[in-house]
Structures are given as structure tokens and as C-alpha cells.
């Protein structure tokens, strides 16, 4: 393959051959080589045509390869007239299409997305629920399936994909109906709305992602790399078609796009705020509007409100002779709570480089994912209510040393204790629960508690405070503890 390629270049470089650009003098594209397949470029006219025949029988005949004509198709441009088109499909002896179809599972469109294109996505989901009986599993098998395989089915293709909201709301409403065993037969009603199912599970949730904010999360993975990797040649394509000369634009909106490109518009905003500079010469970065301290965002928003004419302050202007930063021009124009992280910034120097972009919230400041998805979804990711940390840590306590004993016998499923099977049962799937033993001479409240329902006719007794006789006993337990 590699002779292969050196021809094409070959043929390139002598005017032989015609390649695509996608802006005058941009980069030129002849061919693409990934493991045994190949996608090549060029004018479509017939001299192209017989050009790109001749280099690919040479190379049959010097390789004892031959291109597969079955195998083989050719897409050209809407503007290509068809009987240019009927022309160079006989010269070459290839398959015409209106697109190429799948490539490694994932489309291959030119047109805008629809959102019939992403049907095959949903049919995969429910080819796998078909090989799947919801009555036979708990529900804690339903959710493990769920999180395990319906969850990771979408996440390879909205790597590239931007998927429209119907169809994200149609992939978590067969995960939800799975979760709670709802089938067309016997339809069943969520007992849980999804925003809490999401939730992580310190938070109370099972831990599930929203869809939509996966797929926005992995987009501005995207825009990273096209912010943060000039030189790849997917980037240099996506600048030079839309013209995108600045490192980090303030928006990249276009009337007519690729599905892509439409893509990283809409999560571009997030993406700047996700975003900072790492500073090297500091040409490259506006003192007060970028975000260069990841920890605090644009400077702007921390100036005094008494200073005027905040927008004409640059580097030079608040760095001493040596280089360094000058605290007393900075204090006089930021509030005290923003000098230390300023300060905390390496100030630019003429020796340190080119600014560079990297990730705000990480120290190691490449991309992740996670942080990615937790500011895609703030109104799902809630404050965090303490009391869950308590109940995923859950510790419960006996006094009882023969209850611990039969739970830990190898042979507690044939106990004849039915209570003690099912708590067994219950505390193997409970991940998060300790069961202690603890001495009765330290647990004097609870068996103070015990007699005062013992002496009552209630089954359920409410108490606001602590019964008087139960303060001593506190004070005791809590001294016994200590020891």
C-alpha cells in the first residue's frame, strides 16, 4: 500500500493528478489509507479517470493485487453532470452511489441528518431485549443489563454523531421500560422519573447518563482536539473549508455545514467555558475576556467596579521589569478574593512559547469525559443531599452475637429461620451495608427503647426528644464507645 501511495503522490506532484481541496491552496487530499481500505480524490473528468485506472493496475500488476470492482464505489459531488458521471463509472467499472453507506459501523452521510438514520441504533437496543426475558431477572439484574450493555450500545456511534433529541428521548424510554419490566403486553408505570434515575448514586440515583449529555459531553471532546490539535488533517480540512483562523473563535456558526460542523457549533459555547490557556508568550490571549485562570474564568467578572477603562489592561501592563507580576497594580484592579489564584499563574515571558489550550478541570489539563458530562447536565447532577452518603454507608447494628453467626454459616440458604434468609439475602445485594455486632453493655439506649415498647399497647411510638430515663443511658454509651 505504501507503493501505492508514493504513485498517487507521485502523479500528484507532476500535474497528472488532479486532488480535492476544500479552499484554494488549502490542503490537498488524493487518497486516505486505513489498514486495507482506501478512499481517493479527484477531479471528475475523464482524463482523472483513465489516470487513476492506469496507477491502479500498475499497482495490481506489480503487487498481484487486484481492486475489487464489487467492493468498489464512487460518489460524486451534485454538480457533476451525468453523463460525466456515466463516463468515468465505465472507465473505472465501479458501483455509483448516492453514499457510501456504513463505514466501521458508523454512517457515512453527506446529507443532513434525519432522524430515520438513526434507526438501526434503536432496532440494536431492542434485538437485544428480544434475547432477554424482564420477568426471569430482578430488578437489580435489570438495571445491572441496562447500565452493562443498552447503555453502551449509542456511545460508540454519538462519538461522531450529534443525535437529535427525539431520538435520545427514544433510546432512555426502551432503557426505562426494561428497568421497570414494562413490555407491549403487560405495560407498566415508572415509579421513578428519569432526572432522578440519573442521579449518581451517592445522590440517591442508579447512576445512569442522560443521553443527550453524553453525546453533547463527547462532541466537545471533539472541539478540544480541534482546538488543542492544530496539525491533524482532519483539522486543517474542517479551518480551511470554513475559514477559522483564530485558535479558540468565539462561535463557529455556519448557514451551510456538514452534520459535523452543526454539531460542535451547538455545543461550542460550553466548550469555551470549559476551556482555558496555559500561558506561554501570552500573544495569543486577551488579558480580561479569555479564561486563562482556570480556577476563576474571565477576569472581567472580578474587576472593581470603581475602575474604568478595565478593557485597555494587558500583560505588559501589570508585570514589573523582572517579569514578574505586579500585586499592587493587580490589587487596584481585582477584587482581593482573585489575586491569589492570579498570582498563582506563571506570568508569560518571551521564552515561554506559544500559548496552548488545555482542559479547566483537570490537573493533568487534557480531556475528560466526566467533567465533560457534569456541566453538560447541571439541572440533572442536584446538590448533594447528606443524607445519602449516610444511607449508601449504611452501618446497622446488633446486640445479638447468634444473629451474626447464622449469617456467616456457609449454610445460612437452608436455615430454617426464614428472617434470617431473607436479611442474608438482602445484605449480599447490599453492597454498601455493614452489619457490626455490638456488645449489649454498650447499646443500653436500644435496650431502654425496647422496654418502653414492650410496656405500650402502640405498635409505633413517635418520640420528639429523648425519654427522660434515656439521658443517662446516652451519656453512659457514649463514654463506653469512647473507650
Known sequence: MDRLGHSITDAVNSGDWTPFRFARNGTALSHLFFADDLVLYAKADTEQARRIANILNLF???????????????????????????????????QRVENFGRYLGVPVLSNRLRCSDFDFILDNLRKKLNGWSSRSLSM???????????????????????????????????????????????????????????????????????????NQAFIQKLGFLFISNPQALWVRCLREKYRIHDAMPS?????????????????????????????????????????????????????????????????????TANGDWDVAKLAQIFTEDALPYIIGVKPPSPQGGSDRCIWRWTNHHGFELKSAYDRCAPLILEETDPIWNQIWKLQIQTDCKRV????????????PISLVRSIHQFWRRAWYVDLIWVPRSSNQAADSMARIANCSSFDLLFFSDPPAQLHDVLTTDALVLSL
Open 60 to 94: 495490481g500488476a506489480s503487487s498481484g493485487h487486484r481492486v475489487s470492482s464489487r467492493k468498489s464505489q464512487i460518489l460524486f459531488s451534485s454538480n457533476t453532470p451525468s453523463h460525466i458521471q456515466q463516463e468515468i463509472g465505465d472507465i473505472l467499472g465501479f
Open 140 to 214: 437489580a439484574g435489570r438495571i445491572t443489563l441496562a447500565k452493562a450493555v443498552l447503555s453502551a450500545i449509542p456511545v460508540y456511534y454519538m462519538q461522531t454523531m450529534m443525535f437529535p433529541k427525539r431520538v435520545c428521548h427514544a433510546i432512555e424510554g426502551i432503557i426505562r421500560r426494561f428497568i421497570w419490566g414494562s413490555t407491549l403486553a403487560a405495560p407498566k408505570v415508572s415509579l421513578v422519573n428519569w432526572e432522578s434515575i440519573c442521579q449518581p448514586i451517592q445522590r440517591g440515583g442508579l447512576g445512569f447518563r442522560n443521553v443527550y449529555s453524553q
Open 251 to 319: 462561535s463557529i456558526a455556519q448557514n451551510s455545514c456538514s452534520s459535523l460542523w452543526r454539531a460542535l457549533s451547538k455545543v461550542w459555547e460550553a466548550l469555551l467555558s470549559n476551556v482555558a490557556w496555559s500561558l506561554g508568550n501570552g500573544h495569543s490571549v486577551n488579558f480580561l475576556t479569555d479564561i486563562w485562570v482556570p480556577a476563576l474564568g474571565p477576569l472581567r467578572d472580578y474587576a472593581r467596579d470603581s475602575l474604568d477603562a478595565t478593557n485597555h489592561v494587558s500583560f505588559d501592563s501589570v508585570l
Open 404 to 415: 451474626l453467626e447464622l449469617l456467616h454459616d456457609t449454610n445460612v440458604d437452608s436455615c
